[in-house]
């Protein structure tokens, strides 16, 4: 089984700054996805950013983009210029690479409520 | 936005009682899941599906059945609702989970579970 922690429970950023939420997991699989989900007040859950465990390249989304580092299990997200809209809960994801095995579907950490301050 | 809908958006209901929630999508996806949110757990996952009739247990399965009779619904049912069931419900579709570039998870809006 694998498990995902988020330690930073809530954080609080001014306006245009960047700000970096830490991700790490616990795996004994060598083929797997991450992703970073967000959660506005609406309730909706949104994809941010996604990661393949084979990919070298870290991933980016406009002012999005990952930290991945594969031997330490960390996979942090950075939010550049961030904006009024960022505020919401953002919830770290773990995926296997394959069917089967058991444990299918994503596995999530406990998130982090991210406010960004006028 | 992926057409997923859920059914109903909100309930409450005693416990004891039996509770069947709905999730309707309209994209075809072959995997449907459903997971529960609940404060300071995130998502877990309960069950979920691989095809039609085809269904699997997750983390939190204890308590839930669940059942896909066709590809655009996936029920959830519980049997005899309990108070540590009161959360709030979503349900999600993949196309391909395990290929790449393809394997994002669209959720629904929600169900909010209470059992008084």
């Known amino acids: 089984a694998q498990t995902v922690t988020q330690s930073q429970p809530e954080m609080s950023v001014q306006e245009a700054e960047t700000v970096t939420l830490s991700c790490t997991y616990d795996?004994?699989?060598?083929?797997?996805?991450l992703f970073w989900y967000k959660q506005p007040p609406s309730r909706q859950m949104i994809l941010v950013i996604r990661?393949?465990?084979?990919?070298?390249q870290n991933a980016t989304e406009n002012r999005f983009s990952v930290n991945f580092q594969k031997a330490a299990k960390s996979f942090s997200l950075k939010i550049s210029d961030s904006q009024l809209g960022d505020t919401a809960m953002y919830f770290c994801?773990?995926?296997?690479?394959?069917?089967?095995?058991?444990?299918?579907?994503?596995?999530f950490g406990k998130g982090t409520h991210l406010i960004i301050q006028p | 936005d992926a057409g997923i809908t859920q059914s109903p958006r909100h309930k409450v209901t005693e416990t004891g009682t039996p509770v069947t929630l709905r999730c309707h999508q309209t994209e075809n996806h072959r995997y449907m899941y459903w997971y529960r949110q609940d404060p300071g757990h995130g998502l877990r996952l309960i069950h979920y599906?691989?095809?039609?009739?085809?269904?699997d247990k997750g983390e939190v399965s204890d308590g839930y059945s669940v059942s896909r009779s066709k590809t655009e619904d996936f029920l959830l049912t519980l049997e005899s609702a309990t108070s540590s069931q009161t959360s709030v419900y979503f349900c999600?579709?993949?196309?391909?989970?395990?290929?790449?570039?393809?394997?994002?998870?669209?959720f629904g809006p929600g169900t909010r579970l209470t059992v008084t």
């Open positions: 990661q393949e465990a084979y990919k070298q």
């Open positions: 599906s691989y095809g039609v009739k085809d269904t």
């Open positions: 999600a579709i993949s196309h391909s989970p395990y290929r790449s570039g393809d394997n994002e998870q669209y």
């Open positions: 994801a773990f995926m296997k690479g394959y069917s089967g095995g058991g444990a299918d579907g994503l596995t």
């Open positions: 795996t004994s699989e060598n083929n797997y996805y």
